[in-house]
Nanobody
Framework: QVQLLESGGGLVQSGGSLRLSCGAS????????MAWFRQAPGKDRESVAT????????YYADSVKGRFTISRDNAKNEVYLEMNSLKPEDTAVYYC???????????WGQGTQVTVSS
């Protein structure tokens, strides 16, 4: 059973930056694809970015391409989401997820709030 813990959320002004981190424990981190999802109030949860087990393949939602960067450090069992040029519409709870397949997530963190003020 993999446990995931997100950190780094907060309040930032439009155009600002934040870096989210997610630490994993309890499982073979380097074997999992890792992803970030988000859910805004009243909306469905959506995929933001995904990274393969070795970091060689990444996926980004169109809405964040060129602004967000996902990365991982398998030695530290951590995955990151660097968010730049933030917009009010990026406001959401951001979740870290781990999956045995690239787009199939098996484990979820509890989320961290990101609020972007205009």
């Amino acid at each position: 059973q993999v446990q995931l813990l997100e950190s780094g959320g907060g309040l930032v002004q439009s155009g600002g930056s934040l870096r989210l981190s997610c630490g994993a424990s309890g499982g073979p981190f380097s074997r999992y694809a890792m992803a970030w999802f988000r859910q805004a109030p009243g909306k469905d949860r959506e995929s933001v970015a995904t990274i393969s087990w070795n970091g060689e393949s990444t996926y980004y939602a169109d809405s964040v391409k060129g602004r967000f960067t996902i990365s991982r450090d398998n030695a530290k069992n951590e995955v990151y989401l660097e968010m730049n040029s933030l917009k009010p519409e990026d406001t959401a709870v951001y979740y870290c997820a781990a999956g045995s397949r690239y787009f199939t997530m098996d484990y979820w963190g509890q989320g961290t709030q990101v609020t972007v003020s205009s």
